[in-house]
């Protein structure tokens, strides 16, 4: 069910919640079963958010059948279409989709790309490995197109910046490409590597070689495959911020220790006080300090974190100061953390947060997945009632957070 509003009043956040799977590693996953005909059978996947409904549904529009049950899926192939007409929300994974096509058919038709508006987020990186490997692309009357002779073919790429979705779509694109593909400056983070692992089950033949190149030998063809996702680290660290903002007491189950570590330090540092279980993070109270950080590629903090760094700042006693050079546009969340007594100003692609000001309920709007996120957190601090207008978006990547937050406060 989609939520447009969410009321929100002042809580502590006290019991056990279980992480689930990462929303931006089985996406990734659903577009890497459009590379066989074979079946692939996906676990631990949030299957429930809105995103993940997008995509099934783009999926089985295309002549896929996806079986959901909980957070499997299975997904059989009947008759793929190189093409996925779309009418309805569209998310940024049409673009992986559209490298999936254009390598196994030698042409794509997908959507104009949707999702969260985080700035000047453009497309031309992708469009620049499609067109590296040999394909033509064009837009037309909505749509992004390719078209290329044969089969893509292998070549070297250099990544101007550390982009997640360009090298997730040279690795999808190339894997089944003809000769060999070197990815220079890719992004490589746990859903990027979890993304390779499962490729290779399939008989891709991809090396990670740290931060400095991908290497794909291009294969014929790939096979089916049963992969679990991986937890997903930004619940976890929402939850983790949430309990020592609220004064509460929350373990968290199925913590991924191993791709937050960076984050973790920085909110040890900052006055988080947490216990490592034997599978789980165990939060205790903790007094928030002022936060100084610039957000970066893996391990260090990325951009969908910032705004849940914003408001632990907001709630410690001090300046707190945040860069974000590669979404600075992100900052918009800001003006409606105002609107809850947040004082806040913004210079250039820094934004300073003067925390220890009490916040006060208002109605406010979720501009995106973790802004929302980031005024519900506030919600819990505030006093009075907290509304939030277009709350669907925290459903886009939070699977259950209804029940889960019902069954901590």
């Known amino acids: 069910?989609?939520?447009?509003?969410?009321?929100?009043?002042?809580?502590?956040?006290?019991?056990?919640?279980?992480?689930?799977?990462?929303?931006n590693n089985a996406l990734k996953l659903l577009t890497a079963s459009c590379l066989t005909s074979e079946d692939v059978e996906l676990f631990n996947c949030?299957?429930?958010?809105?995103?993940?409904?997008?995509?099934?549904?783009?999926?089985?529009?295309?002549?896929?059948?996806?079986?959901v049950d909980g957070s499997y899926i299975k997904i059989k192939e009947n008759f793929l279409k190189p093409e996925l007409k779309w009418d309805?929300?569209?998310?940024?994974?049409?673009?992986?989709?559209?490298?999936c096509l254009t390598a196994r058919f030698g042409e794509g038709i997908v959507p104009l790309p949707g999702?969260?508006?985080?700035?000047?987020?453009?497309?031309?990186?992708?469009?620049?490995?499609?067109?590296?490997?040999?394909?033509?692309?064009?837009?037309?009357?909505?749509?992004?197109?390719?078209?290329?002779?044969?089969?893509?073919?292998?070549?070297?790429?250099?990544l101007p910046i550390r982009s997640t979705g360009a090298t997730?779509?040279?690795?999808?694109?190339?894997?089944?490409?003809?000769?060999?593909?070197?990815?220079?400056?890719?992004?490589?983070?746990?859903?990027?590597?979890?993304?390779?692992?499962?490729?290779?089950?399939?008989?891709?033949?991809?090396?990670?070689?740290?931060?400095?190149?991908?290497?794909?030998?291009?294969?014929?063809?790939?096979?089916?495959?049963?992969?679990?996702?991986i937890p997903d680290n930004m619940e976890a660290i929402t939850w983790a911020i949430g309990a020592t903002i609220t004064g509460g007491d929350v373990e968290i189950l199925d913590f991924p220790f191993e791709h937050l570590e960076v984050p973790l330090i920085n909110l040890r540092e900052s006055g988080m006080k947490f216990f490592r279980g034997e599978?789980?993070?165990?939060?205790?109270?903790?007094?928030?300090?002022?936060?100084?950080?610039?957000?970066?590629?893996?391990?260090?903090?990325?951009?969908?974190?910032?705004?849940?760094f914003a408001i632990y700042g907001a709630m410690s006693k001090g300046e707190s100061r945040i860069i974000d050079l590669r979404f600075p546009g992100r900052y918009a969340y800001a003006e409606e953390l105002a609107k809850m007594g947040v004082h806040s100003s913004i210079e250039g692609d820094l934004l300073k947060i003067e925390g220890g000001n009490e916040l006060k309920g208002a109605t406010?709007?979720?501009?995106?997945?973790?802004?929302?996120?980031a005024l519900?957190?506030?919600?819990?601090?505030?006093?009075?009632?907290?509304?939030?207008?277009?709350?669907?978006?925290?459903?886009?990547?939070?699977?259950?957070?209804?029940?889960?937050?019902?069954?901590?406060?």
Not at 283 to 288: D, I, K
Not at 364 to 373: E, H, I, N, S, T
């Open 376 to 409: 519900l957190l506030a919600g819990l601090v505030a006093e009075g009632e907290t509304i939030i207008e277009n709350a669907w978006q925290i459903e886009r990547g939070y699977e259950n957070f209804g029940t889960k937050l019902s069954s901590l406060i």
């Open 168 to 229: 997730e779509n040279a690795i999808l694109s190339s894997s089944i490409a003809v000769g060999q593909t070197i990815i220079w400056n890719p992004h490589i983070r746990p859903e990027i590597v979890d993304l390779v692992a499962m490729l290779n089950k399939m008989g891709a033949r991809i090396q990670i070689f740290g931060q400095k190149c991908i290497v794909v030998d291009g294969v014929e063809g790939l096979h089916g495959v049963k992969h679990s996702a």
């Open 115 to 158: 999702g969260c508006k985080l700035g000047d987020r453009k497309f031309d990186l992708h469009v620049m490995v499609l067109e590296k490997l040999g394909a033509k692309v064009w837009e037309e009357e909505g749509y992004l197109c390719t078209k290329v002779d044969g089969r893509l073919k292998g070549t070297e790429i250099f």
């Open 88 to 99: 309805e929300r569209s998310i940024r994974n049409s673009l992986l989709i559209l490298g």
């Open 46 to 67: 949030p299957s429930g958010l809105l995103d993940m409904q997008v995509h099934i549904g783009m999926l089985d529009q295309m002549g896929k059948e996806c079986v």
């Open 279 to 308: 599978n789980s993070l165990i939060v205790r109270g903790g007094t928030p300090f002022p936060v100084e950080i610039s957000t970066g590629p893996y391990p260090g903090i990325n951009s969908d974190m910032q705004p849940l």
């Open 1 to 23: 069910m989609v939520t447009d509003i969410l009321k929100i009043s002042k809580s502590k956040l006290v019991g056990q919640v279980k992480v689930s799977g990462a929303k």
């Open 364 to 373: 406010v709007k979720a501009l995106d997945l973790r802004a929302g996120m």
